[in-house]
């Protein structure tokens, strides 16, 4: 059982930067890749970014490459989520998502994530 909760959110202008953090319960928090998606007002919640259970592999969606940086620190059991040059667009609550792959087939899609976190809200302003 891993529980997670987020924070970090806020409200930042267009080109400002935010750094969420994802802090996990559990003793196998290391075993688990990790992920964010987000979810903007009447839109389906999206794939954003993961990284692997060591840390070595991450992955993003193409609208954030460049942008966004997923790392992992595992002593502490927690995730984040480094966000620059925000855009508008970024408006969302953001999630955190826990679960087990064996291959990268899946890992952008909800259904492979066990655990999720309860959300915080980002708000990018024009």
């Known amino acids: 059982q891993v529980e997670l909760v987020e924070s970090g959110g806020g409200l930042v202008q267009a080109g400002g930067s935010l750094r969420l953090s994802c802090a996990a319960s559990?003793?196998?928090?290391?075993?688990?890749?990790m992920g964010w998606f987000r979810q903007a007002p009447g839109k389906e919640r999206e794939f954003v970014a993961a990284?692997?259970?060591?840390?070595?592999?991450?992955y993003y969606t193409d609208s954030v490459k460049g942008r966004f940086t997923i790392s992992r620190g595992n002593a502490k059991n927690t995730v984040y989520l480094q966000m620059n040059s925000l855009k508008p667009e970024d408006t969302a609550v953001y999630y955190c998502a826990a679960g087990f792959f064996g291959s990268t087939e899946g890992i952008a899609t909800m259904t492979g994530y066990h655990y999720w976190g309860q959300g915080t809200q980002v708000t990018v302003s024009s």
């Open positions: 990284i692997s259970w060591s840390g070595s592999n991450t």
């Open positions: 559990g003793r196998t928090f290391s075993r688990y890749t």
